[in-house]
């Protein structure tokens, strides 16, 4: 594993037991999110993915959805902190391919927690139509 990227999961490690970094965390992403224009269907996609992890942690944390395992919520806060971090494998500045490493990680979780993440919209429909 590249050293900059173990670094984030470490720091990721440590912000999930702390609620005040988490909420840090989730203003910084969204924050950065607002930044981003969704210029292509790459960024479309990472915006898209970015505000699922965002609802997904918030929602976990707050302890309306308490499904996830501390796997499943460590990695969605990884892929929040390398998001927002701008010095990851390429950085965020270099057009065209600063986020498309940001986008590969989110993918990677995507993929790898696709279970939980539908669990996750379900959840979410239901309680959209019971309200």
């Known amino acids: 594993?590249?050293?900059?990227?173990?670094?984030?999961f470490r720091k990721a490690n440590r912000i999930l037991k702390q609620q005040s970094q988490v909420n840090e965390l989730l203003r910084k992403a969204a924050q950065k999110l607002q930044k981003l224009k969704g210029s292509n269907k790459q960024i479309n996609e990472l915006i898209e993915y970015v505000q699922l992890f965002l609802k997904m942690i918030k929602k976990s944390?707050?302890?309306?959805?308490?499904?996830?395992?501390?796997?499943?919520?460590?990695?969605?806060?990884?892929?929040?902190?390398?998001?927002?971090t701008p010095m990851d494998l390429v950085p965020d500045f270099i057009p065209l391919l600063g986020f498309s490493?940001?986008?590969?990680?989110?993918?990677?979780?995507?993929?790898?927690?696709k279970s939980d993440i539908e669990a996750f919209k379900i959840w979410e429909l239901n309680q959209r139509s019971m309200s």
């Open 61 to 84: 944390f707050i302890g309306e959805y308490n499904s996830f395992s501390n796997k499943t919520l460590l990695s969605l806060v990884f892929g929040l902190l390398y998001f927002v």
């Open 1 to 8: 594993m590249n050293k900059s990227v173990l670094k984030i």
């Open 101 to 113: 490493d940001d986008l590969s990680i989110i993918y990677f979780i995507v993929k790898n927690f």
